[in-house]
């Protein structure tokens, strides 16, 4: 089961951070990823985390987004900088225990989606 929270109204060029807290014991050994979908498209892939250790971006978010993950508290966050009237989406968090690396932007790899927060970034 995933949570995710942290989600809000900021303006262009602030920050936010999202946090997807895991009930699952294996944690630390899963790969988690956070997508997007904006009103009218399809689901993006944003960033993940890969078994625990590498960590994948989308181009549109690389250098701004930044994954990382707390084991001790089945958590896994995303910080976001800089963000961008185009960064608004409802975001959510995925999980899988079997997904390879050549898969982890592929959002139906995934077998456990936490519910979605709302990301709105005004200009």
């Known amino acids: 089961q995933l949570q995710a929270s942290g989600g809000g109204l900021v303006q262009a060029g602030g920050s936010l951070r999202l946090s997807c807290a895991a009930s699952?014991?294996?944690?630390?050994?899963?790969?988690i990823a956070w997508f997007r979908q904006a009103p009218g498209n399809e689901r993006e892939f944003v960033a993940a985390r890969f078994r625990g250790s590498n960590t994948y971006y989308a181009d549109s978010v690389k250098g701004r987004f930044t994954i990382s993950g707390d084991n001790a508290k089945n958590t896994v966050y995303l910080l976001m900088n800089s963000l961008r009237p185009e960064d608004t989406a409802v975001y959510y968090c995925?999980?899988?225990?079997?997904?390879?690396?050549?898969?982890?932007?592929?959002?139906?790899?995934?077998?456990?989606w936490g519910q979605g927060t709302q990301v709105t970034v005004s200009s």
């Open positions: 995925a999980a899988s225990s079997s997904i390879i690396l050549s898969s982890v932007r592929m959002s139906r790899q995934y077998e456990y």
């Open positions: 699952e014991r294996t944690f630390s050994r899963q790969t």
